[in-house]
Protein backbone atom coordinates (compact mmCIF):
# COMPACT_ATOMS: atom_id res chain seq x y z
CA UNK A 1 0.00 0.00 0.00
CA UNK A 2 1.37 2.96 -0.90
CA UNK A 3 0.79 6.08 1.35
CA UNK A 4 -1.85 7.68 -0.27
CA UNK A 5 -4.04 4.95 -0.06
CA UNK A 6 -3.38 4.40 3.58
CA UNK A 7 -4.00 7.88 4.10
CA UNK A 8 -7.67 7.50 2.81
CA UNK A 9 -8.44 4.57 4.75
CA UNK A 10 -7.64 6.00 8.06
CA UNK A 11 -9.96 9.01 6.71
CA UNK A 12 -12.84 6.88 5.90
CA UNK A 13 -13.35 5.68 9.58
CA UNK A 14 -12.78 9.03 10.83
CA UNK A 15 -15.38 10.61 8.88
CA UNK A 16 -17.65 7.53 9.82
CA UNK A 17 -17.44 8.80 13.32
CA UNK A 18 -17.52 12.49 12.70
CA UNK A 19 -21.25 11.42 11.03
CA UNK A 20 -22.12 9.52 14.08
CA UNK A 21 -21.09 11.90 16.22
CA UNK A 22 -22.98 14.47 14.23
CA UNK A 23 -25.87 12.44 14.40
CA UNK A 24 -25.67 12.20 18.10
CA UNK A 25 -25.29 16.15 18.57
CA UNK A 26 -28.64 16.52 16.15
CA UNK A 27 -30.60 13.66 18.38
CA UNK A 28 -29.33 15.82 21.81
CA UNK A 29 -29.98 19.30 20.04
CA UNK A 30 -33.68 17.85 19.00
CA UNK A 31 -34.34 16.70 22.67
CA UNK A 32 -32.58 19.67 23.99
CA UNK A 33 -35.28 21.78 21.50
CA UNK A 34 -37.78 19.53 22.62
CA UNK A 35 -37.51 20.28 26.35
CA UNK A 36 -36.74 23.84 26.09
CA UNK A 37 -40.05 24.17 24.00
CA UNK A 38 -41.67 22.45 27.35
CA UNK A 39 -39.95 24.46 29.64
CA UNK A 40 -40.93 27.32 27.90
CA UNK A 41 -44.97 26.25 27.78
CA UNK A 42 -45.03 25.35 31.65
CA UNK A 43 -43.15 28.78 32.34
CA UNK A 44 -45.74 30.67 30.67
CA UNK A 45 -48.50 28.71 32.26
CA UNK A 46 -46.84 29.10 35.93
CA UNK A 47 -46.50 33.07 34.81
CA UNK A 48 -50.37 32.73 33.76
CA UNK A 49 -51.07 30.84 36.99
CA UNK A 50 -49.09 33.57 38.88
CA UNK A 51 -50.58 36.42 37.21
CA UNK A 52 -53.95 35.24 38.26
CA UNK A 53 -52.89 34.19 41.86
CA UNK A 54 -51.84 38.08 42.18
CA UNK A 55 -54.72 39.38 40.92
CA UNK A 56 -56.44 37.28 42.87
CA UNK A 57 -54.36 38.48 46.07
CA UNK A 58 -55.13 42.18 45.05
CA UNK A 59 -58.87 41.65 44.91
CA UNK A 60 -58.92 39.75 48.18
CA UNK A 61 -56.90 42.45 49.70
CA UNK A 62 -59.42 45.10 48.65
CA UNK A 63 -62.70 43.20 49.59
CA UNK A 64 -60.75 42.87 53.19
CA UNK A 65 -59.71 47.11 53.04
CA UNK A 66 -63.70 47.28 51.97
CA UNK A 67 -64.64 45.43 54.85
CA UNK A 68 -62.62 46.90 57.49
CA UNK A 69 -63.91 50.35 56.51
CA UNK A 70 -67.76 49.09 56.47
CA UNK A 71 -66.87 47.50 59.87
CA UNK A 72 -65.44 50.58 61.23
CA UNK A 73 -68.02 52.78 59.77
CA UNK A 74 -70.85 50.27 61.68
CA UNK A 75 -68.83 50.34 65.01
CA UNK A 76 -68.49 54.03 64.53
CA UNK A 77 -72.18 54.31 63.97
CA UNK A 78 -73.06 51.71 66.58
CA UNK A 79 -70.91 53.65 69.46
CA UNK A 80 -72.77 56.79 68.07
CA UNK A 81 -76.25 55.36 68.64
CA UNK A 82 -75.23 53.67 72.22
CA UNK A 83 -74.45 57.31 73.16
CA UNK A 84 -77.18 58.92 71.83
CA UNK A 85 -79.35 56.46 73.69
CA UNK A 86 -77.76 57.21 77.08
CA UNK A 87 -77.67 61.17 76.43
CA UNK A 88 -81.51 60.80 75.33
CA UNK A 89 -82.10 59.59 78.80
CA UNK A 90 -80.32 61.90 80.90
CA UNK A 91 -81.55 65.13 79.30
CA UNK A 92 -85.41 64.81 80.46
CA UNK A 93 -83.27 63.99 84.02
CA UNK A 94 -82.12 67.59 83.64
CA UNK A 95 -85.40 68.85 83.20
CA UNK A 96 -86.28 67.17 86.82
CA UNK A 97 -83.38 69.05 88.22
CA UNK A 98 -83.71 72.32 86.68
CA UNK A 99 -87.63 72.32 88.46
CA UNK A 100 -86.01 71.00 91.37
CA UNK A 101 -83.69 74.13 92.40
CA UNK A 102 -86.88 76.59 91.26
CA UNK A 103 -88.80 74.63 93.85
CA UNK A 104 -86.20 73.97 96.51
CA UNK A 105 -86.92 76.35 99.48
CA UNK A 106 -83.28 75.28 101.24
CA UNK A 107 -80.18 77.49 100.18
CA UNK A 108 -77.39 74.52 100.51
CA UNK A 109 -80.32 71.65 99.08
CA UNK A 110 -80.30 73.96 96.03
CA UNK A 111 -76.83 74.96 95.57
CA UNK A 112 -76.00 71.12 96.04
CA UNK A 113 -78.89 70.37 92.97
CA UNK A 114 -77.40 73.38 90.77
CA UNK A 115 -73.89 72.30 91.21
CA UNK A 116 -75.11 68.63 89.84
CA UNK A 117 -77.29 70.30 86.95
CA UNK A 118 -73.87 71.90 86.12
CA UNK A 119 -72.48 68.53 86.02
CA UNK A 120 -74.79 66.98 83.81
CA UNK A 121 -74.50 70.00 81.25
CA UNK A 122 -70.65 70.11 81.47
CA UNK A 123 -71.22 66.24 80.31
CA UNK A 124 -73.89 66.38 77.62
CA UNK A 125 -71.11 69.80 76.23
CA UNK A 126 -68.10 67.05 76.80
CA UNK A 127 -69.87 64.89 74.43
CA UNK A 128 -70.56 67.66 71.36
CA UNK A 129 -74.08 68.21 72.37
CA UNK A 130 -75.45 71.41 72.03
CA UNK A 131 -78.96 73.40 72.87
CA UNK A 132 -80.87 73.82 69.86
CA UNK A 133 -81.29 77.68 69.35
CA UNK A 134 -85.45 78.41 69.63
CA UNK A 135 -86.44 81.32 70.76
CA UNK A 136 -86.70 84.25 68.75
CA UNK A 137 -85.68 81.90 65.81
CA UNK A 138 -88.05 80.65 62.59
CA UNK A 139 -89.79 77.44 63.18
CA UNK A 140 -87.70 74.49 61.58
CA UNK A 141 -89.60 71.18 61.97
CA UNK A 142 -86.90 69.57 61.91
CA UNK A 143 -85.35 70.75 65.19
CA UNK A 144 -88.59 72.27 66.78
CA UNK A 145 -92.19 70.36 67.99
CA UNK A 146 -94.98 73.32 67.61
CA UNK A 147 -97.50 72.51 69.85
CA UNK A 148 -98.97 76.07 70.31
CA UNK A 149 -99.54 78.83 67.93
CA UNK A 150 -100.27 82.56 68.26
CA UNK A 151 -101.80 85.00 66.07
CA UNK A 152 -99.40 88.09 65.32
CA UNK A 153 -100.31 91.17 63.98
CA UNK A 154 -96.67 91.96 63.16
CA UNK A 155 -95.82 90.01 59.46
CA UNK A 156 -92.15 89.75 60.39
CA UNK A 157 -92.92 87.47 63.76
CA UNK A 158 -95.21 85.08 61.76
CA UNK A 159 -93.47 81.75 62.06
CA UNK A 160 -91.07 82.85 64.67
CA UNK A 161 -90.70 80.93 68.24
CA UNK A 162 -92.14 83.06 70.76
CA UNK A 163 -91.78 80.91 73.74
CA UNK A 164 -89.76 77.85 74.65
CA UNK A 165 -91.93 75.22 76.75
CA UNK A 166 -88.64 72.20 76.69
CA UNK A 167 -85.04 72.92 75.26
CA UNK A 168 -84.08 70.94 72.19
CA UNK A 169 -80.31 69.35 71.88
CA UNK A 170 -78.71 67.91 69.22
CA UNK A 171 -75.85 65.86 68.74
CA UNK A 172 -73.30 67.09 65.98
CA UNK A 173 -76.67 67.16 63.04
CA UNK A 174 -78.42 64.42 64.93
CA UNK A 175 -81.53 66.07 67.12
CA UNK A 176 -81.96 64.07 70.78
CA UNK A 177 -84.67 66.02 71.49
CA UNK A 178 -86.93 68.55 69.60
CA UNK A 179 -87.68 72.32 71.09
CA UNK A 180 -91.08 72.01 72.17
CA UNK A 181 -92.35 75.57 71.33
CA UNK A 182 -95.26 78.38 71.06
CA UNK A 183 -95.09 79.70 67.44
CA UNK A 184 -96.14 82.94 66.32
CA UNK A 185 -99.21 83.20 62.91
Same mark, same amino acid.
Given at each position: ?5 RE?? +? &?I?TV??? +??E??A??? +??A??S? +? #??IAQ???F? %?? @?R???LSSLVN? #?Q???D =??R?R? =?E?N?K #?? %??G ?6 ? $??? %????MKQ?IQ @?I ?12 Y?K?V?? #? @?A? !?? &????A?GQ?FD ?6 V? *???T??? @??? *?M?V %?VF *?KG?K? !???? $??H?V??V??
Amino acid at each position: MDGKTRERT +Q &EIPTVEIH +QEEYKAMQN +QLANASQ +Q #LSIAQAIAFK %EK @TRSEELSSLVNR #LQADFD =NYRKRM =NEGNKK #LK %EDGMCAVLEK $LIP %EMDVMKQAIQ @TISDEKVAEGVKMIYRKFVDL #L @TAF !GV &EEIPALGQQFDPNLHNAVM *NVKTSDP @TKV *NMIV %EVF *NKGYKM !GDRV $LRHSVVKVAN
